[in-house]
Every structure is written in structure tokens, then in C-alpha cells.
């Protein structure tokens, strides 16, 4: 029975071991054990087990062999837990055996992965560890498979926030790489790409979460580090010409930074290069050919051209429309991204079923509180507003406000909804809860420690907090308005920046600037 059973085992083996892709450890599960014949084997596997143990005493090499066999039954089963203290002890028992060192690396990895699994990532670290000093002691420090080590500890500590130390790690991983291959080499830019990714993402955390606490001129110092990792990988790209779909994310990647910093035309270059690329190597009506259209037309927009850009949105949307049905939930940003630009142009009536659109393909695989429905409620409460929709604007804006109750949800996320409601209530004459509105979304630009004036959030935020004002002195006398002209023409100043001349909102400030002259 337990030869048989070792038979079955072998046959079962590939689905429970690592599938080894350079740095990249993963189960490989591709047809996971069922629990039926996973309630057959076990006992089987148990005995096994048992058996050697009783035969050859707790060290002996057919007892790691059978522990390590028990623990690969576990994860062919997916129950992951179970199989770690399996693993530690084989790894114990090859040592004091002296068991050929390249099997001991496997089965540290395969422990290391499976906690990591697991949620222990301290105890991950420290058998990813000790691979990567066995690797050194064996091969020195220049191998690939100190360089997967590497990686491994780096991609371990990026999941648990750790950055710094993630950084450090793939940076010695691409010190390795080029030792191995050559500064220019394909094996080199994965991991110098990585490693961009790493600088960027404290950065694009404080974007997204913190919001600007680091003033313009900070996050782009600190986009630097992350740059000539960008271009190095497009370097790479240029040297191996036969690497042209990795070219094409290199140069895309490199835009987009480019973009973050406010490089806006050395940006442009870079994702025009990368859709001459795609226009030579894909078909017509590739969805990611319809990305870099995309890209490039909300580029234009964040430029302040609406109108060049929305030929290129057009462009993205109708190849879209090739690929996926008009309810697809890939087709949610295309229709959200065109809807801001006819939003931008003041093309309303364009601008909300497309915003429309983008919600209810978001509602049928999201729940009506996630962050992202909220965003697209936001979009539309907007767009509605400057339609003069404004009760149905309101209940679309509170509607989006719902998902920032929940614990855990940034208040960042809040701000643009707050300063919406502002603007809502502030059109439908409720000049007094508009105020409270604009002061919610400034104390929240507090919390997340928003500073600069010239960010575009808290330019909209103080434009709409000073034309409410400057609505509330008109309410009580035109020499009250007048005394505020210059408060307003500051309002009207930074809504034209941020939202362009063809807007609604500063179109509104420039209206009320008429009735206040100097």
C-alpha cells in the first residue's frame, strides 16, 4: 500500500511543487487535489510517514523524504498550514545528514513561499535567508541563483510594505544580473524595471493615500530615483531589438513617469514612440494598441487640450468596441476617460450617458459602496450639475459618499466628493450648507496633509470655497460682492487652471466676476 501510494504521489508530484520562473516562486496548482482522493492518500501518506520513523529512527534521510512527501500531499490539497511544519523538519534532517545542498535550497523555497502564503512573513524571511547563504557559500555571490534569492526577499518584503529594505534587495539583484550578463542584457532590465516600480510606488502611495504631503517640487525630486531606472530599461529595449512588446511597456512605463513628474512634452515623446511601435507590430484593433491612444489622449488632456485629445479617446473607444461588448467591465475606463474629455469641453449632454455607462458596468461586478462606484458617482454628480441637473446631481454626489463611511477608506478619497456637494448645494442657492461642504473637504485636505496651493485638488477646493463666499456676499449687497473681486478673480484663476477655459466651473466664477468689477 505505501509503495502504491508513492507511486500515486510521484504521479501527482508536479502539482506540488514550485514552479521555478526566475525570481518568481508560485504553487503551481494547475489541477489541485480533491478532497475525495486528498481524504484517500492522506492516511496512506500518514503511514508512510509513521513507518520510517519506527524503522529508522526521527533523523534518517527516508524520514525527510516522507515528511517532505506529507507536506507536498498538503499543498497539492491547498491546505497550506499543515505543511510548513512538515517542511522545517525535513530542512532539519538534511542538514544534520548532510543531504546534497541543492535539495535543501528547494525545500527552504518551498517552505519559504508556502508561509508566505501563509501570511508569516517573518518567518518567510528568514528561510529565503538562509537560501541565499547557502547560494553564496556554494556558487558565490555572483549567480543566478543568489540573483533569484534576491528578488525573492525583495518581492517578499514589498508585499509587507517594507520598501526601503525592498528596494535594497533588487537593487543587489541587478548588481548581480549585470555582473552575470552584461549592463545591456534582457535578464538585467526585468529587475531594474522592478526596481523602478519599487522608487515609484512610496510616491504613488502618497498620491493616491497621503495625498501631497511631500509639496510638487519633493515628489518629483523623488520621481528622479525612480527615472533612470525607466531609462535604462528602454536603453535595454533599443539594444535588443528583437524584445519589441517589452520595448512598448518600457517606453509606456517611462512615459508615465515622465507624466507623474509633470514632464508633460519629454512625456508625450515617449508615448508617441511606444504607439508608432504598437501601430507597427499590431493588428489595427488590438486592445492595447487602443491603451497607448488612450494614454496619449489623456496625456493631452492633463496638458489642458481637450480637443486634441479627444480624437485619440475616440480613436481608443471604437477598437474597444471591436474587442469587448458595450457593457463589458473593460469597457468602464474607455467610457469614463472619453466622458472626461467632452466633460472638459463642455460637451455635457456627450458627456453623462458615457458617464452613465461607466457606473453601470461597475455596479454589475462591484458593490454599490466600493471606492471605484463612488469615483464614477462622482463623475456623474458633476456632470450633472453642470447640466443643471442639480437634485439629481446631489443625490448622485451623497450616494458617492456612502463608501467613505466604511472603516479603513482614505478620507482622501473623500475630498472631491465634499468639494462636488459643495459645488451643488452652492447652485442650488444653498449658499450656507455649501459652506460646510467646501469645509469638510478642507479640513480633510488637512488630514492628509495637502499643502501646496498649486496642487489641482486644493486649487478646486479653495475656487469653490471662495466663489460660495463671494455667492454668500452677493446674497447681502452688491458693495459686499464688489469687496470680494479680487478674492473672486483668485477663484476664477485657479478653476481656469485646473479645469480649462471651456468648464463649467470657472465659467461660473468669470459670470459672477461681471457682476463684482472693480
Known amino acids: 500500500e505505501v509503495k502504491k ?5 510521484f504521479a501527482l508530484r508536479p502539482l506540488a511543487l514550485f514552479q521555478v520562473r526566475g525570481y518568481d516562486f508560485t504553487h503551481s496548482f494547475v489541477f489541485p487535489l480533491d478532497d475525495e482522493l486528498f481524504q484517500e492518500l492522506l492516511p496512506k501518506y500518514q503511514a508512510a510517514l509513521k513507518s520510517a520513523e519506527e524503522q529508522y529512527g526521527p533523523d534518517h534521510k527516508d524520514v525527510m523524504v516522507k515528511a517532505r512527501n506529507l507536506a ?16 522545517e523538519r525535513s530542512v532539519e534532517i538534511a ?34 535567508l538562509n537560501a541565499l547563504d ?9 549567480h543566478a541563483d543568489c540573483s533569484r534569492d534576491l528578488c525573492n526577499l525583495s518581492n517578499l518584503l514589498n508585499e509587507t510594505g517594507q520598501l526601503e529594505e525592498a528596494t535594497s534587495y533588487m537593487r543587489q539583484a541587478v548588481e548581480v544580473d549585470e555582473g552575470l550578463y552584461g549592463q545591456y542584457a534582457l535578464e538585467v532590465a526585468d529587475k531594474v524595471n522592478n526596481l523602478a516600480l519599487f522608487l515609484e510606488m512610496p510616491f504613488q502611495f502618497a498620491l493616491l493615500k497621503a495625498a501631497y504631503s511631500l509639496d510638487h517640487a519633493a515628489v518629483k525630486g523623488r520621481y528622479n530615483d525612480a527615472l533612470p531606472m525607466r531609462r535604462k530599461c ?18 509606456n512605463n517611462y512615459a508615465r513617469l515622465l507624466k507623474g513628474m509633470g514632464e508633460y512634452e519629454e512625456s508625450l515623446r515617449y508615448y508617441e514612440r511606444c504607439l508608432v511601435l504598437k501601430e507597427k507590430e499590431l493588428d ?6 487602443a491603451a497607448s491612444l488612450n494614454n496619449k489622449g489623456m496625456l493631452f488632456l492633463a496638458m489642458g487640450k481637450p480637443r486634441v485629445a479627444l480624437p485619440l479617446l475616440l480613436q481608443a473607444t471604437q477598437i474597444y468596441k471591436t474587442v469587448y461588448a458595450d457593457d463589458h467591465p473593460q469597457m468602464a475606463t474607455p467610457a469614463n476617460n472619453l466622458a472626461m474629455i467632452y466633460e472638459g469641453l463642455g460637451k455635457y449632454e456627450e458627456a453623462l450617458p458615457l458617464f452613465q455607462l461607466a457606473l453601470e458596468i461597475k455596479l454589475k461586478i462591484l458593490s454599490p459602496q466600493h471606492p471605484s462606484v463612488g469615483l464614477s458617482l462622482n463623475n456623474l454628480a458633476n456632470a450633472l450639475n453642470a447640466h443643471g441637473k ?37 447652485d442650488l442657492g444653498r449658499l450656507d ?65 485646473v479645469r480649462g477655459e471651456e468648464h463649467y466651473e470657472p465659467m461660473v466664477a468669470a459670470k459672477l466676476l461681471e457682476k463684482a468689477p472693480m
Open 134 to 142: 547557502i547560494n553564496v557559500k556554494l556558487h558565490g555571490k555572483i
Open 234 to 251: 528602454v536603453e535595454i529595449g533599443d539594444k535588443n531589438p528583437e524584445c519589441v512588446e517589452e520595448l512598448a511597456s518600457w517606453l
Open 433 to 497: 450648507e455649501a459652506a460646510e461642504a467646501f469645509e469638510k473637504a478642507v479640513v480633510l485636505c488637512a488630514e492628509c496633509n495637502i499643502k501646496a496651493e498649486s496642487h489641482p485638488l486644493m486649487l478646486r477646493v479653495r475656487g469653490g470655497q471662495i466663489l460660495n463666499e463671494c455667492r454668500i456676499a452677493d446674497r447681502e449687497s452688491p458693495e459686499s460682492l464688489k469687496a470680494k473681486h479680487e478674492d473672486l478673480k483668485l477663484a476664477y484663476q485657479k478653476l481656469l487652471e
Open 390 to 426: 442639480c437634485a439629481e446631481a446631489e443625490e448622485r454626489c451623497r450616494a458617492s459618499l456612502i463608501a467613505f463611511d466604511k472603516e479603513g477608506v482614505s478620507p482622501m478619497d473623500a475630498i472631491p466628493k465634499w468639494n462636488t456637494l459643495g459645488w451643488i448645494l452652492s
Open 284 to 289: 489595427s484593433n488590438h486592445p492595447s494598441l
Open 5 to 9: 501510494c508513492q507511486n500515486l504521489f
Open 72 to 87: 507536498g500531499l498538503y499543498l497539492a490539497a491547498k491546505r497550506l498550514e499543515e505543511a510548513p511544519p512538515l517542511l
Open 95 to 128: 542538514i544534520k545528514e548532510n543531504v546534497a545542498v541543492t535539495e535543501i535550497v528547494q525545500t527552504l523555497y518551498i517552505l519559504a513561499a508556502t508561509l508566505k502564503d501563509c501570511g508569516q512573513f517573518e518567518r518567510a524571511k528568514e528561510h529565503f
